[in-house]
């Protein structure tokens, strides 16, 4: 779908979405259609529940004097509270409609709205964005597809008496949308398409963004000491990688201290010889989530520029069950030296983080390192597919991310750590096992898992296995399956405090 701003006009055809405000009130534009329709939107007004709220609309078919199928009342609430979240849905549900409406061209009309906190060039911005989110699927593998099955929006124009400042107002948010469209498509495919090799060529082609790529195959990694990534590769055919990814736009150079992003990408989880139930066990592709947040940010970063210096590393395994698998009980020494006692080699991903986490601070000296892993089944439990766990040994960072998360959509709920959950890890054989007390606060023992690998440095742990796939589509910028969750939040928190 390609989107467009112009100047406003009358749409010939497709459909024509405008504003309406909590007082059942139109727009300049609205009333302009109204009277053209000889008073079809307003007798629509008075005639419905529709009243403006804001989340809300209803539509009018066929409209009498026009030329366009349909005109989509979008509720605005009141001018006051106007913010980027709901115009962003706003954009996504018009793209929705537009599509359930078989038409091949919508316009958003965005008039100014007195009392309201953004002008229309930030409001169009906001609506390109969600539309251009909406927008997004993953049918490459559907090969027979009717045509009335198929999408049919083509052209989204959001309309605007200032165009040239909403084109330059959404520069920035195309690079994102392009980032979390590179985290939707890895986290969709399959794993036998995706797996670490693929992965860490789709990595290497980042060079062409302005990224310095570096990839650490099994050797390498062997050499640094990291024992407890390679023991979750040791049971599958494919070589693991370590991705390491650099983005320095940081006016004062190169020199200047990166932020760190961390990212579980275990291709595929069998549960290795702790081997997971068949049902639902297809999910598992999506393992590499965290992986996949971390490519689609480094993405977004370049792409717009950003002034800052950053580091993404992924951790790619597959975790299998074969004749070379670790096995419950093995005693692995992370590069880090800790030695760990693998109880459930289910518990993975905290043991491909361990390394990934160690070398990241010890070779870039980060001011954060932030890991996104879809850790925890537990997570699940506590939070759905609302908001993200987050742990972190730092108030501020803390408080950041979350700000960060209720601006972009994508939150987190901090969760704790402390001193008795980190003794239920300790082991008996090894400086500490993979798990703590069964499914008391495994969340928690997973993160403190993590935490056993982070020195003095503002460190903070997303668990995204709720939030990395949506069974459900009810955010109508999130279309269901891959969410490209942790890319929004985390440009999101890099644009409100690290850039110079
Ligand atoms: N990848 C899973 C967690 C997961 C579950 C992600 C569901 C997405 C959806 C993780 O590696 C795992 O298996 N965790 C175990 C830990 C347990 C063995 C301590 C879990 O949550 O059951
Ligand atoms: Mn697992
Ligand atoms: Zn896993």
Redesign the pocket.
Known sequence: MKISFSEISTPSEGVVAVGVMEDRTLGATGRALDEQSGGMLSRALAAGRFSGKKGTSSTVVAPHGLDVDAVILVGLGQPGKIDGRQLRVLGGSVVGKANAAAARTAAVVVDAVDGADMAPPAMAAEIALGARLGSYRFDKYHTKKKDEDKKTLGQLTVMLDDPAAAAEAFAPNDSLASGVFVTRDLVSEPSNVKYPKTISQDIEALVEDGIEVELFDRDRMASLGMGSLLGVAQGSEHEPYLGIMRWNGAPDGADAQPVAFIGKG?TF?T?GI?I?PSQGME??K??MAGAGAVIGLMKCLAGRKARVNAIGVVGLVE?MPDGKAQRPGDVVTSMSGQTIEVI?T????RLVLADALWYTQETFKPRFMINLA?????I?VSLGTYQAGLFSNDDELSERLIAAGKESGEEVWRLPLGDRYDKDINSAIADMKN??KGREA?SV??AQFLQRFVNDVPWAHLDI??M??MKRGDDATVPKGASGYGVRLLDQLVRSHYEA
């Open positions: 275990v989880d549960g702790s997971k999910e598992m999506y393992d975790n459930n289910d518990a993975e991903g879809t850790l925890t089944g537990a699940i798990v703590g495994g023992a997973a296995a709720g990395a796939w």
